[in-house]
């Protein structure tokens, strides 16, 4: 299809482009109305107890296989469309304290692995273990920078696997040097494939959104680490409890993540169990609405080349719609509501 006959095909479907008129309203609106309700959580707390979300019962994750058919193996084309170039990071990168550094979204993504690795306490000769490793984008920045460091990436997704597999072929990548790949989900049984007390360091990145017992993945955790091991964690999460801690299709962004849920900031570092709390900080939430911002461009650029063949109308409100509403959630009260934690946990002595 030409570009212009594109262009007429998504204003008749009411299908508006991120610098549009028309988007930029309903952006304004969908936030203005989100702020109302974040004011009335703030207003009037409410427990975890209270929504009948339990942090110490069920399996770790669940719907994984669900998550996977409708999210994470979506093409592949699809997320190379949209990523940052040189990591292929799916998470937010970070602009600064406030969110709003005029930098690329290639070194927004450079700046929040660097953030990491020092709030990680990464020394460079570590053995890690990176659990939902997405498509190698820790991994990358990590072998790039530490000659010494040797990673073990898990992820269940088939279109990272592939992904992967071809760059731990290319003898040019990163990923083709002290990186191995466990292509299965995170659950009890990873200690059978890993073994008992293997690595310095566990992290997850963007993942403990599908975490439902967090009693028990810290145990698995403390079970995989060994003596002196660490443990770091960046997940989204609300200041406070939401009525919608778990995702389904009527919350905002459930009906992309099935089994999401989005934890009140203070809930996981209650979890010392099994591990030491050594420090949590927040990341301002419009960190993620200018990373999101630059994959919605990238992704409305990529339009033409991605639905080619299959001028897929459903498929392109779907993707859309899911940058508008991600953008509107985290932008309302100067992104201090929604944002991403940090947790950094140690082996008990
Ligand atoms: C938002 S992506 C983040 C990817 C990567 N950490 C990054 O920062 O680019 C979430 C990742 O978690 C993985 N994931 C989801 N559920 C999982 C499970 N039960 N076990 C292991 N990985 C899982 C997905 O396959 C995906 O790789």
């Known amino acids: 299809m030409r570009q212009e006959n594109i262009k007429k095909a998504l204003t008749e479907a009411k299908i508006y482009g991120p610098d549009s008129e028309r988007y930029l309203k309903q952006e304004k609106s969908l936030t203005r109305y989100l702020e ?30 669900d998550l996977m058919d409708v999210h994470y193996d979506e093409t592949i084309e699809l997320f190379m469309g949209f990523l940052d170039t040189r990591y292929r ?37 570590e053995k890690i273990l990176n659990i939902g490793c997405g498509f190698g984008s820790l991994e990358t920045y990590l072998l ?33 040097n ?9 659950d009890e049984a990873i200690v059978d494939k890993l073994g008992l007390a293997q690595y310095d360091l566990i992290i ?25 091991g660490r443990s770091f964690h960046h997940f989204i999460t609300s200041q406070v409890v939401t009525p919608q801690v778990k995702l389904n299709e009527k919350t905002v962004i459930g009906k992309y993540f099935p089994g999401g849920r989005i934890w009140p900031r203070d809930e996981f570092s209650r979890h010392t169990e099994h591990l030491d709390l050594v420090n949590t900080w927040f990341v301002n939430g419009k960190n993620y ?35 508008l509403l991600c953008k509107a959630m985290f932008s309302p009260l100067d992104g201090t509501f929604y944002g991403n934690s940090h947790y950094l946990f140690c082996l008990k002595p």
């Open 89 to 125: 990071a799916y998470t937010m990168a970070y602009y600064g304290t406030n969110g709003d550094d005029k930098i690329s979204l290639e070194t927004a993504q450079y700046q929040k692995f660097r953030l990491i690795a020092e709030r990680a306490q990464i020394q460079g000769n």
């Open 36 to 65: 109302r309700e974040y004011k009335t959580y703030l207003n009037n707390p409410i427990t975890l107890e209270s929504t009948g979300v339990s942090t110490v019962e069920g399996p770790i994750m669940d719907q994984t296989e």
């Open 178 to 186: 002290r990186f191995t790949l466990i292509e299965d989900v995170f």
């Open 289 to 323: 609405w200018q990373t999101l911002d630059e994959w919605h461009h990238r992704y409305w650029k990529s339009i033409p080349s991605l639905y080619c063949d299959d001028f897929n109308l459903d498929a392109i409100r779907h993707w859309n719609e899911y940058f």
């Open 204 to 228: 997850s990145i963007g993942v403990f959104e599908q975490l439902l017992n967090m009693k028990l993945m810290l145990e698995l955790i403390s079970k995989l680490l060994r003596t002196n």
């Open 144 to 176: 790039q920078e530490y000659p010494g460091i040797e990673i073990v990436g898990i992820t269940p997704s088939k279109v990272q696997i592939t992904y992967l597999k071809e760059k731990m072929q290319d003898s040019t990548h990163p990923l083709s």
